[in-house]
């Protein structure tokens, strides 16, 4: 028993990891452009699609096509932020839920139109293969996604620190209006910014794609699950949605091996409500 | 009269007409387009008047249906008498959340996910309660179709007609009393500046809580009118995220804070869908989605060109004078 309560937990913080990349996504379009996007995991979605085709049609394994992937949702993020968000960011916040819930609405039923209302899912020749790691067993997929996912969250946190388009993304959250008075095109990197984020959807959706199936109703679930994540861990912090993608995945297989696996979500909510009122700023955020 | 008296009355007496002239499904389309007018008013007095923004509104009308029908259904105890109840557990827990977010200062966003959040937790925790039917549902016995019996509401669609009618009439009215009210002014004052309000004098945490409060109950009686006119309760509709968007849809596109907004905005969206399905299955389309794919589209257009709602524009056009609480006044 304590050896199957250990897989399930190492199950639980692999597939969290992969959770965090997407949540990701979410913390830096917040921390920077300061809007919600509320369509998140209905673009995690999109790209869980867009692996399942390639992976159907080019016989393309998801870890393969996961570069073009991230490369399209970043152009979508970018187009979808300037032609649309740009025009909102100064907007109160339930005038852009109320337009990111319509672009939600529109993915969703685009999926279900295109794909149709059943589960799509994809089975890779070594979805089976299992590492025997001491007493425990780890599934290969879960580990090479999970690692992919951490090595990206790796790069990304590079580019914020290194490159100078991230340090110049960093210095529009920092201070806005200083941003504008030493010539940064804040309208530009809001738009490489959203790109960005949602490119970390898109190499989320790849790996996600080996894990779990994809509906149309898994842009909305997916879209929940982020916001947990980035709460618990504390919106705008890149370490905090590392933190609490495992934690919340964790917290998903025990709540499905001590109650009732339909009841995982309660878990989850419960969690963010606790965090919200006792610790707004999330587990590693700074107070404002 | 004003003209915007006239105009009121024009549009209640079109209502008040129309099973005179319309069919069995034009009048359930009105029932809709009015159940939502009512909600969105309900909802309006939180986010237009006090400036909170509710999310998760369907909790409240999940409730309030839920308290309504399972007193009923296991008790037999009349609609009339178990919408008190429905209204209570609504304002108990509205208090419960307005309490914990404005104590502990959970402000913007992070309120809009904590009503979220209570919504989703409040689905799921329906779901595993097996006295209410969990996710297979409730469901009303459906009793006689013909009479009028509005201590246990059950009869004829037009009686439905008709009380929906009443509550949106109803709600209109006090909410127009409140807007006027020295309640609503301290309302006004803590959603434009809370911190000018409080160093006036007002106790914001109070008039924040009496407005979550006071709209968690309205909403919760248009869950009791839900139940009965439906007869059926879903966890996973019920208290479904996407209920939640649709309450507020209306209030946002008709314009928000505004008395109009709410039913000018069910007048538009509800109509909207219906001509949506109307339009795209005479041109043969059968696919699932299409739809809701325009509606989807219609939303963005309509944010996108007319951010302050189609009220504040059409009232211009018709010159008429701002409502008060209105965008005019602020």
Redo the contacts between chains.
């Keep these: 028993m304590t050896i199957d309560l250990a897989n399930q937990i190492v199950t639980g913080l692999l597939t969290g990891l992969v959770y965090s990349l997407m949540a990701l996504g979410l913390s830096v379009i917040f921390g920077v452009v300061r809007v ?1 996007n509320f369509a998140h995991g209905e673009m995690t979605a999109l790209a869980m699609y867009a692996a399942w085709m390639l992976f159907t049609w080019l016989e393309l394994d998801p870890l393969v096509g996961l570069p073009l992937i991230a490369l399209l949702l970043f152009a979508l993020g970018y187009v979808m932020q300037r032609g ?1 968000i740009d ?1 909102f960011v100064a ?1 109160p ?3 852009q ?3 990111l ?6 993915m ?6 295109v794909f ?2 059943d589960a799509h899912g994809i089975q890779v020749p070594y979805g089976f293969d299992t590492y025997e790691v001491g007493p425990l067993l780890v599934d290969k997929v879960r580990l090479l996604a999970a690692s992919a996912a951490l090595a990206i969250s790796g790069l990304l946190m590079l580019f914020f620190r290194r490159t100078m388009t991230g340090k110049a993304i960093r210095a529009c959250a920092d201070n806005l209006v200083g941003a504008r008075v030493i010539g940064l095109n804040v309208k530009q990197l809001y738009a490489v910014t959203f790109g960005i984020g949602s490119a970390c959807v898109g190499a989320a959706g790849a790996l996600l794609s080996l894990l779990i199936d994809v509906m ?1 109703s898994s842009g ?1 679930e997916l879209t ?1 699950l982020a ?1 947990i994540i980035v ?1 618990v861990g504390g919106l705008g912090s890149m370490g905090g949605a590392l933190l609490g993608g495992m934690l919340i995945g964790v917290s998903e297989v025990l709540a499905g091996y001590f109650l ?1 696996p ?2 995982k ?2 878990f989850s ?2 969690i ?2 606790l965090i ?3 610790r ?1 700023q999330g587990l590693m955020g700074a107070r404002k | 009269m004003s003209r915007q008296a006239i105009l009121l009355g024009l549009l209640l007496a079109a209502f008040a007409l129309a099973p005179l002239v319309a069919g069995p499904y034009l009048l359930s389309v009105l029932v809709v387009v009015m159940y939502f007018a009512y909600v969105g008013q309900a909802w309006n007095i939180m ?1 237009g008047f006090a400036g909170q ?1 509710s ?1 998760g509104h369907t909790l409240y009308v999940g409730l309030g249906a839920y308290t309504a029908a399972a007193l009923f259904v296991h008790l037999g105890v009349p609609a009339a008498l178990g919408l008190f109840a429905a209204a209570a557990a609504a304002v108990a827990v509205g208090g419960v959340i307005g309490a ?2 404005f104590r ?3 402000k ?3 309120f ?3 009503t ?3 919504a ?2 409040t689905r ?2 329906f ?2 309660i097996p006295g209410l039917g969990g996710p297979a549902g409730l469901f009303l016995p459906v009793g006689d179709r013909g009479g009028i019996d509005l201590i246990h509401l059950r009869g004829h669609p037009l009686m439905f007609y008709y009380l929906i009618l009443a509550m949106t009439v109803g709600i209109f009215l006090l909410c127009r009393r409140l807007v006027r009210s020295r309640l609503g002014y301290t309302w006004l004052a803590v959603r434009e500046d809370q911190e000018a309000a409080a160093a006036l004098g007002i106790n914001v945490f109070r008039a924040k809580l009496t407005a979550v409060m006071l709209s968690a109950g309205l909403t919760a009686l248009g869950g009791v009118f839900f139940a009965f006119y439906y007869n059926n309760l879903f966890p996973n509709q019920a208290f479904s ?2 209920r939640s ?1 649709e309450i ?2 209306a209030p ?1 596109v008709g314009g ?1 804070g505004t008395l109009f907004g709410p039913i000018l905005g069910a007048l538009i969206l509800t109509p909207l869908g219906e001509l949506i399905t109307m339009a795209t299955e005479a041109m043969g389309f059968k ?4 739809k ?2 325009c ?3 219609s ?2 257009a309509i ?2 060109f007319l ?1 302050d709602g189609v009220w504040p524009w059409l009232r211009t056009r018709l010159g008429l004078e701002p409502d008060a609480g209105g965008e005019g006044e602020s």
Excluded at chain 2, 287 to 290: K, L, Q, S
Aim: glycine residues 8%; aromatic residues 10%.
């Design positions: 919600v649309l025009a907007k916040e339930h005038m839920f109320i337009l819930v319509a672009v939600a609405i529109i969703v039923n685009f999926s279900l139109l149709g209302p149309p909305p929940m916001f709460i009732m339909s009841m979500g309660m909510f419960a963010l409500i919200l009122v006792l707004p | 986010m923004l999310l914990l977010g502990f200062g959970v913007g966003v992070y809009a996910l904590l979220i959040a209570f989703e937790f799921i925790l779901e595993h995220m996407n968007i507020i849809l946002i928000l696919a699932a989605g299409i809701q794919l509606y989807g589209l939303l963005l944010v996108k951010p």
